[in-house]
């Protein structure tokens, strides 16, 4: 019963790729959104699909409080450069990554799909968020994703953005192909080390078994930056969700 459950949960979590790992993004879905009726609080309404939204025992985002140490497995970041393609999906700036960038931890190899923003952060650190955070989005060979988060606070302008910023599509769900080269390793911060924690997707359908991999250390961007995101897509952050029976792992 346990490997069916599995099988079950592999399967949704599969198709919740298509939500939130694919190119089409997530403006197809039902009229979810940040705010009002349409808010975090009634995704679960919306969808039989959305359900695990409200039951869902391993929800992300989440509040990084005290985090124990632990003996975890080093990131392994083989990032190279790739031409992109940018999609405003109506929810957020998401950047398709081409190429076999990817990461690896312990034993598994997940592979760089897209990177998108949110503002303020998602995830926060002893109840405080940070201006943006950036989701680098990995998949594995088994379809399982694992999520690598960088916080972003504001200050010097962040170059690396600038080609994305500058041709941020006004159209939904519309891509623009670059001719530009980018390098997700510029967006990593020097000082690798991180919180980790078992989670899910934070836009609908919510699905778990997301391995979260949270930089400590923050990388710049501008309040222009900043400004221009938000007056894109607006405010963007799922409130953080209880830890229930998880707990989070530092490394050293």
Known sequence: MRSMSRVVGLASLCVALNV??????????AHWGYEGEHGPAHWAEMKSEFKQCQVGLEQSPVDIGDAAKG??????????????????????????????????????????VQFHFHSPSENTVKKKPFDMELHLVHKNDKGELAVVGVFMQGGAANKTLDPVWANIPTEINK?????????????????????????SLTTPPCSEGVQW???????????????SFVAAVGNNARPVQALNQRSVVASE
């Open 213 to 227: 991999f949270v930089m400590k250390e923050p990388m710049n961007v501008s309040a222009e930056q900043v400004k």
């Open 175 to 199: 891509e623009t192909a670059l001719t530009a080269k980018i390098n997700a390793a510029d967006l990593l911060p020097t000082k690798q080390s991180f919180y980790h924690f078992k989670g």
């Open 20 to 29: 939130y790992a694919g190119a089409e993004g997530h403006g197809q879905e």
């Open 71 to 112: 003996d975890l497995a080093k990131i392994e970041f083989n990032y190279q450069p790739s031409p992109i393609k940018v999609l405003n999906n109506g929810h957020t700036i998401q950047v398709n990554y081409s190429g076999d960038s990817s990461i690896k931890i312990g034993s598994q190899v997940y592979k760089l």
